[in-house]
């Protein structure tokens, strides 16, 4: 299962747009790119998902690059209730096989 | 989306004892069905994955005397942590994934807070 590699945290101010960069060198052709956010004492909650170029949904986007090493989560005008943890997840796109958690971006929006 | 629920979202034990908690696919048939548990601070650690009606399969490190996981059916999944210590106190959360359900996305249920004293 491909490794991913985030910021351990990010600080913003409220209304600004927050771009969080995960790298996933050894991504497999057939693997997926996921973004779950979590609260504190919450399961992680699904958020965008995408296999290459520009996905966007009412909550977020997800910018992939030609070559898939890497991807960009992108919120726009956050509030201080997007404070949560983000994590970037590769993998098969079955549902069979396990998501394997990297360490995650500590986000904290200020107001 | 799909839901996926826990039970209990939290309990307290005294060391020694077992505790069960389930985890409950409501809207879909769950296939396959996925334990973690999550440390204070930490990201969440597969434990193991269990199938409908086979036996779990457990990472490396789990032990699966202690981390007994049932998948009798295919909208329950139960973990019971046999003769439970201090040191299991953790937050455990499953997830589904299944008949029904949009593959490639995974269900998280609410986690289950376990504290052993």
């Known amino acids: 299962l491909a490794k991913t590699t985030q910021p351990i945290s990010m600080d913003s101010y409220e209304g600004q747009e927050v771009n969080i960069t995960c790298s996933h060198n050894?991504?497999?052709?057939?693997?997926?790119i996921t973004w779950y956010q979590q609260f504190p004492s919450q399961g992680p909650r699904f958020i965008i998902q995408?296999?290459?170029t520009k996905v966007t949904n009412e909550v977020a986007s997800l910018f992939i690059p030609a070559d898939r090493k890497s991807s960009t989560l992108s919120l726009p005008r956050v509030s201080l209730s997007d404070t949560a943890v983000y994590y970037c997840?590769?993998?098969?796109?079955?549902?069979?096989?396990?998501?394997?958690f990297g360490k995650g971006t500590r986000l904290s929006v200020i107001a | 989306g799909a839901v996926v629920s826990q039970h209990p979202s939290r309990v307290i034990c005294k060391s020694g004892t077992s505790v069960k908690i389930e985890c409950r696919s409501l809207?879909?048939?769950?296939?396959?069905m996925f334990w973690y548990r999550q440390f204070p601070k930490q990201s969440l650690m597969l434990m193991a994955t269990?199938?409908?009606?086979?036996?779990?399969?457990?990472e490396q490190g789990v032990e699966k005397d202690k981390f007994l996981i049932n998948h009798a059916s295919l909208t329950l999944s139960t973990l019971t942590v046999t003769s439970a210590h201090p040191e299991d106190s953790s937050f455990y959360i499953c997830?589904?994934?299944?008949?029904?359900?949009?593959?490639?996305?995974?269900?998280f249920g609410e986690g289950s807070r376990l504290t052993v004293l």
């Open positions: 997830s589904a994934s299944g008949q029904g359900a949009d593959t490639g996305e995974l269900f």
């Open positions: 050894n991504i497999a052709t057939n693997d997926y």
């Open positions: 995408g296999y290459k």
């Open positions: 997840l590769v993998g098969g796109f079955s549902g069979n096989t396990p998501l394997v």
């Open positions: 809207d879909f048939q769950a296939t396959t």
């Open positions: 269990s199938n409908e009606g086979s036996k779990a399969t457990y």
